[in-house]
């Protein structure tokens, strides 16, 4: 029997509620005890691990971007949703400007629920548009505070938030990319390299792969301006904010404490990538025929620093994660592999 | 050793050169003979298979847009372009305006080969920024017609022409979805229903089951208006020209006489689907949460065509394939959902 765990004051409950933070401090919740599959699924998981052109047969991409919403997301919103149905939940409501949006708009109609998402003003129009599509309600806030801010208040009347920043079963739902990893290269790589907002995948690698006996190296890549975490780690970073990493624009991650300890524990680090490095590690990913999204493409930035600073060697085994489809941006990616 | 056989003619080589249509009658090639599985992957195939909301228990979706460039054609690039790499080539060409001109121009990419794909005026622009994106020199022509002649004309000047309503390997590159059905669903389905257009994922389900004791029922649907199949086997169908079908519209399917074996030898049908069926099936999949372009919607419509005239039982073991992805289709998908 799964439970609900609070590591700041030790809080516990059954998970025969829905919870999304805990109800004793506000902390983050997580989730201790055997937990099912997901019985909502549209196909998440599983993604393909392959060497791409121009990169050595060492360096390994995992391909997130394959997921049924076009993004990683989708191995929390099964997790998560699976678990509302389980509680009789028919009506969810979450806050997100983008792919958390898609995807658990998706899961929602999978399952059969009724879905608000409130979005930013200026949320991206094809992004706005694909949720609509899904059969979500959009509720429109000022800003990403106000946003989530709206999407608890829409909680109170009666629909269970999601809130996949805080979220303990989303979290969980991101474990199985770590057996995945391991399956696939027949035994655990020296580093992973990640793009990092929320580090909700970050947290699902370092979960996933503690049951193993070696953890690998967890790099976390943030996009100058929303580095949280890598502030936490090193000193303030004062680069301009990054226009092209969309989807990692997240400035107060609820699990920046989790994410700290994940990355130190692993011996990994934290880096910060500009929109130029993103433009370059993108032009490298679309000319050797991965479609991703800009964000997708700090992973590999963040790859190039490390190469760069020597501290990634030539014989060790590296998974760079790409987590987001690009077919949503196709002007802007012909932009940028000019 | 494989071999290109011509079955009209009798011609018979060796797959050491590249052929891409009989050199001696100028009909359609097979292979024939073992043949590898491709070098060159971006991880396409062993796609997802799973029920959906709002259907039973006995209907599969098989999830060809989660391939990687969002549609089945990168099973056929895999192996074509696999097979160009052996050979040595190191340019190559094609004709098209969407799905497969980007699938080529990944695969390319992932080759390390230069790639030409030459468009038609007006292809959609966000499947031309992709193109594009992916590295590849766009030429334009006046219509399909003209882009197919053109793409030829660029073959004479030292590059491959891929040709993919043509091409062998393409189509050889298909097969593997056979076995995956089979295996997914432990058991080889009654009944499959797939979009059409040039016949080569039809071609693909027929060459993978024939080697099985049964082949299922194949129902292919074409558009309105773009219905050579159908209307080889049944009536002209007079209906106007579908618009949303955008990835379905061929008129000369140069594997005809194959695709009508196909349907006919399986004990399948062709069926003919019109926008209006086409915008309720699209709006079904989305609010199950399957986020596909509208031509992929066709083979729902059809399977509710043969649900309403009986042709299916409740009790048959159906498999419904989703060829691409709806991620490039955002403004579309939202008016449809409406």
């Not at 979450?94 to 059969?112: K, L, M, Q, T």
């Amino acid at each position: 029997m799964s439970k609900y765990v609070c590591k700041k004051c030790g809080f516990e409950a059954d998970t025969d509620k829905w919870m999304w933070r805990c109800p004793s401090c506000g902390s983050v919740l997580d989730i201790t005890g055997k937990v099912e599959a997901p019985k909502i699924t549209l196909g998440e998981g599983d993604t393909p691990i392959v060497n791409l052109f121009g990169f050595g047969g060492n360096v390994y991409f995992k391909l997130e971007y394959l997921n049924p919403t076009g993004s990683f997301k989708d191995r929390g919103s099964a997790m998560a949703l699976s678990q509302a149905q389980k509680l009789g939940i028919g009506c969810i409501v979450e806050d997100s400007s983008g792919n958390a949006g898609i995807s658990v708009a998706a899961y929602a109609a999978a399952a059969g629920m009724w879905a608000t998402i409130v979005v930013p003003q200026g949320c991206a129009p094809g992004k706005r548009q694909l949720i609509e599509a899904l059969g979500a309600e959009i509720v429109e806030a000022e800003d990403r505070t106000a946003a989530g801010n709206r999407a608890r208040e829409l909680e109170t009347r009666g629909c269970a938030y999601i809130g996949h920043q805080w979220n303990p079963w989303f979290i969980k739902g991101m474990e199985k990319i770590a057996s995945e990893i391991r399956a696939q290269l027949k035994g655990i790589p020296d580093a992973i390299i990640t793009p990092v907002s929320s580090g909700t995948l970050l947290l699902g690698l370092y979960n996933g792969f503690k049951k193993y006996k070696k953890i690998p190296k967890l790099y976390a890549v943030q996009a100058s301006g929303y580095s949280p975490l890598y502030e936490a780690l090193h000193e303030k970073n004062g680069d301009k904010p990054s226009k092209l990493a969309d989807a990692l624009q997240v400035s107060n991650p609820p699990r920046l404490e989790q994410m700290k300890e994940a990355v130190l524990k692993s011996g990994g680090d934290a880096l910060v990538v500009s929109d130029e490095e993103i433009v370059m590690a993108l032009s490298k990913l679309l000319k050797a025929g991965a479609i991703v999204e800009p964000s997708s493409a700090t992973a590999l930035a963040g790859y190039m620093q490390l190469v760069n600073s020597d501290k990634i060697k030539d014989k060790e085994k590296i998974v760079i994660v790409l987590t987001g489809s690009g077919l949503k941006y196709p002007e802007v990616l012909s932009l940028i592999s000019h």
